[in-house]
């Protein structure tokens, strides 16, 4: 067989078969030490490696955009808060006040993590109606039963506003869990710890004519965490079950399963080591990388096991044979694996982490799979006995032997419907593809991108639901901050400072004509009075104001869950208005960032952009240039693109008719089916050409490439197809979308792989021969 080149095709078969001749002249040897590899391996990555469900974590530590949204944190703490709803309809009466306060009290040992809770208790209250002057906060003035004039308290606060909905039935009381130790934020899974005690205080809470329900950033965050443990475990599970039980109908033995599943294994537990070693965390992206391995393994492994079972006819043993095929198979397989672990490899440069990461992880453990799978075949040879004749009956009575009926009459149903459409209208059959791939292009260039993290939950999660019901009321998701240097310890409670900030003020102020939605939240003093107002009767609100050293100081704008491109003209007006400021005010001497979330998401959109163009620009390049490498022809190598772009530009087009974005995951889907698409246009390639170096005509070389190389095609695509149809089980609407997206182009990919394929490779050949014996028949 010819691949890549005839030097390279002799070498990796060379070392192919030199790896399984070596694995199987030392089985107990190799077997002991592999499985205790893979023993260290796990305990160590259980042991090390760490979750990340933060939104600046998708973007990555290091840029601009989170250490300084990090440094933020540092002075003034995270926002990865639970909120609660409050509703009741006597809220603002003494009576409604002291419920609340109770509540609030309540809330503070709600875990042992919680390191404050908030509401509109805490701002300062100045009350003078009865003749003395009253400070305080809320909180305290309630706790003392001291009365106090509640109009004028909420006009003289007019960040309470942001707590309380217009209607004055509802308010919001903000739970915050305690930082990590080392870090500035909380640990996933005391989040998620949190999210099941707040789920229990909300399910006992019984109080005539008030309710209370929960969202925020934190209770969010604890979900995600909960739900992606759950899918780790859950979808590889599914995916090597479902894979299985097609395998086991398939081909009716012991080895078409067992082997599979230990082929599988390895790499798995590889890619989640090397995540140990690289201290890369387990994101929610990172859910796609075990059944991605799954079902690329169990692939390889079909492409095998269906050469070996169609060899093993009896004479030689199985090892022998397994040898034989091996070296046959070998450069077809390395080209498949090498191509899909190059289409995920493309997106390591890419300038989101949650991406490149996943690029990273995925290709290293898809290589990885190549070498276990001669491993794992000469180790499971010389450890079980496999018997060249079908052990179980093919009575038509029996389920496996009906199984067997239908999948041969199905195959060869196909088979003869796409070998006679390929000889008879080849050239309708390649004009009709670039038609169909033409008109795709047309709907590709409306898909839009998203990065709106609350859309991974299902519409239908309580969660989901009640974010949207507080949405509606109160704008609670984000918060946009603004953090002033003054330049000095002290700085920002100086007299001169204090007023330059009021111009500040007016600039905020605007922000929403810029982001229709924005709430002006907490923002610093504009005089010392106001300071030590606020710091005798609130202390708690001057630390959310003021740093510690009183160098800085933040303006908190709170704003809706948006789009990250939506938040861009809101970042750029504060940026351009407080340069033009510090530069109009002579020696003012203070400076400004602009930070916060809705930054950390135009920037996490702006990164999703970059990595899909450059992700799929490179995968097109480097798969193009695999495939002319393999057929060692550039016009075969481009015009053979056509069967494996051609399913994904019809899947992808059809994601705007159906208003379904380009998001964190789906924008995966191009990567992963492209590479496991070209890996059928790999095999069809490599037994045509096989077959027409044996002698064969075209037409006899498509009939028999589709028969030998298309019965494997056509068992891994239901593999790839049922194994990436389990993630539609997932918890996240994400994982669901991309699940049934790459199932939808590996569906295509086949019927393109048995027609457009094969219709490209007898024309070509078809024209060369037809070359060759007219110039025969002139020498003659």
Sequence with gaps: MQSLSGKTTDSVSAAAVGLYRFSARNPAILAGFLFSVMISMLFYSASVIRTEVSLEGLL?????????????????????????????????????????????????????????????????????????????????????????????????????????????????????????????????????????????????????????????????????????????????????????????????????????????????????????????????????????????????????????????????????????????????LFTATLTTALAFAVFFSTPLAAVSEVGLIAALGTLSIFPFLVLVAALYLRFFSISPEVQESKDSDTLSGKYDSLFERVFSKIKS????????????????????????????????????????????????????????????????ELLIDSGLPGGSIDAGFMAEMIAVKEIVKRVPEYLPGAVISDSGSASLQEFYRSWLSSPGL????????????????????????????????????????????????????????????AASHAGLISSAVQGYTMSLIVLIGVMMLFTRSFSTGVLLMLPNLLPLFLVVALMPVLNIPLDLMSMLVVSVAMGLVVDDTVHITASFRQKLAQGYTPEDAVIAAIDSAGRAMFLTTLVLVAGFQMLIFSNFESVFTFGWLTSGVMSLGLIADLLVAPALLYLLSDRRHRSISVEDSEQV
């Design 417 to 480: 419907l796409a070998a006679r459409l390929v000889i008879s209208h080849a050239r309708s059959v390649v004009f009709f593809a670039v038609i169909l791939a033409a008109l795709s292009l047309v709907l590709v260039k409306d898909i839009r991108l998203s990065h709106q993290p609350v859309n991974w939950l299902p519409h239908n999660h309580s969660l989901f639901v009640s974010s949207q019901t507080m949405e509606d009321e109160f704008t609670l998701s984000l918060s946009l």
């Design 542 to 601: 001057i630390q959310r104001i003021f740093s510690d050293d009183y160098r800085y100081t933040r303006f908190n704008v709170r704003v809706p869950m948006k789009e990250g491109t939506d938040y861009q003209p809101a970042i750029d007006y504060l940026n351009t208005a407080l340069t033009d400021l510090a530069d109009r005010i002579q020696g003012s001497g203070w400076d400004f960032s602009v930070t916060g979330q809705p930054v950390i998401m």
């Design 60 to 332: 990555g530590e290091n840029t601009a955009e989170v250490q300084a949204y990090q440094k933020f944190m540092h002075m003034f703490g995270h926002d990865q808060t639970f909120i609660f709803n409050y509703r009741d309809e006597q809220l603002l009466q003494s009576e409604g006040l002291q419920r609340l306060a109770r509540i609030q009290h309540s809330l503070r040992s709600l875990h042992p993590q919680v390191s404050s809770v908030a509401s509109v208790l805490d701002y300062p209250v100045a009350d003078q109606s009865n003749g003395k002057l009253t400070i305080g906060s809320a909180d305290d003035l309630l706790r003392s039963g001291r009365k106090f004039d509640v109009d004028a308290w909420l006009e003289s606060n007019p960040a309470t506003g942001q707590l309380i909905n217009r209607s004055k039935n509802a308010t919001l009381i903000l739970v915050y869990p305690a930082a990590e130790e080392n870090r500035d934020i909380p640990d996933p899974t005391v989040l998620a710890e949190i999210l099941i005690a707040a789920e229990n205080y909300v399910s006992e809470f019984q109080r005539e004519g008030a309710s209370l329900e929960f969202a925020g950033q934190g209770a969010f965050l604890g979900l995600v965490q909960q739900l992606m443990m759950k899918d780790l475990y859950f979808l590889p599970i599914l995916s090597v079950g479902i894979s299985l039980l097609l395998l086991f109908f398939a081909f009716k033995r012991t080895a078409g399963v067992i082997m599979p599943v230990l082929i599988v294994i390895p790499p798995v537990i590889f890619a989640f080591f090397i995540m140990a070693l690289l201290d890369i965390p387990v994101r929610v992206s990172s859910i796609l990388i075990p059944p991605a391995l799954v079902v690329i393994g169990m692939a390889s492994s079909v492409h095998l096991l269906t050469g070996f079972f169609r060899s093993h006819q009896g004479g030689m043993g199985a090892v022998e044979v397994m040898e034989g095929v091996i070296h046959e198979k070998a450069p077809a």
